[in-house]
């Protein structure tokens, strides 16, 4: 499904924010539904949608030109998931439920206002990002939302209204993603530099 009237290789998926499965503070899962919903509207082969975990060895991700960010300072995450389409004929698009910026936003414009450059960062706040291929986070991500709740077991924030994401292996994987450790998990992580080099405009 693409912008009435546009070629598709010179656009992105048309998905409305609002059309969108959202809860806050549950990013891990609201890329998981948007990789589903595009599956099953058959809005571009899947294969060109990807997963990306952000995050690093301390948990403390600055992400600029979030809706809760104050003063325009950045927001500090312990990781943060967004939506990769990898368009074969033209540039690439990040998908971010979170973001003011634009939604979908192409992926040069999001790299430079979201993340600037690591290069300004002292090393404990530089980004990392796991980049899973959509057909395999549909696959495989399981969370019973555990990292969520309190020793008293009350929740941090409200969890979605739908049922825990699982799989016939696991009701609980999501460290694994979060990991930045490149011999866990699935995908393949790279430095900001190295994301910006592979995926930004040639």
Request: hydrophobic fraction near 35%.
């Amino acid at each position: 499904m693409y912008e009435e009237g546009i070629p598709p290789e010179y656009t992105a998926i048309t998905l409305p924010r609002a059309d969108c499965v959202y809860t806050s503070c549950y990013c891990e899962e609201n890329v998981w539904k948007l990789c589903e919903y595009i599956k099953v509207q058959e809005m571009c082969p899947l294969e060109e949608v990807h997963a990306i975990f952000i995050s690093n060895e301390n948990k403390t991700i600055p992400i600029w030109k979030q809706k809760s960010s104050k003063g325009g300072q950045p927001v500090i995450w312990d990781y943060h998931v967004v939506l990769l389409h990898l368009n074969p004929h033209a540039q690439n698009f990040v998908y971010d439920l979170d973001t003011t910026l634009p939604f979908p936003c192409p992926f040069d414009v999001y790299m430079r206002d979201a993340f600037r450059s690591d290069d300004l960062l002292k090393p404990e706040f530089r980004r990392k990002m796991r980049v899973i291929p959509a057909v395999t986070y549909l696959k495989k991500f399981a969370s019973d939302r555990s990292h969520m709740k309190y020793a008293n077991g009350t929740w941090r924030m409200p969890p979605p209204p739908y049922p825990c994401i699982e799989t016939t292996e696991s009701k609980m994987n999501l460290d694994d993603f979060i990991s930045m450790d490149p011999s866990v998990g699935l995908g393949k992580v790279y430095k900001l530099p190295e994301l910006v080099q592979h995926f930004g405009s040639k």
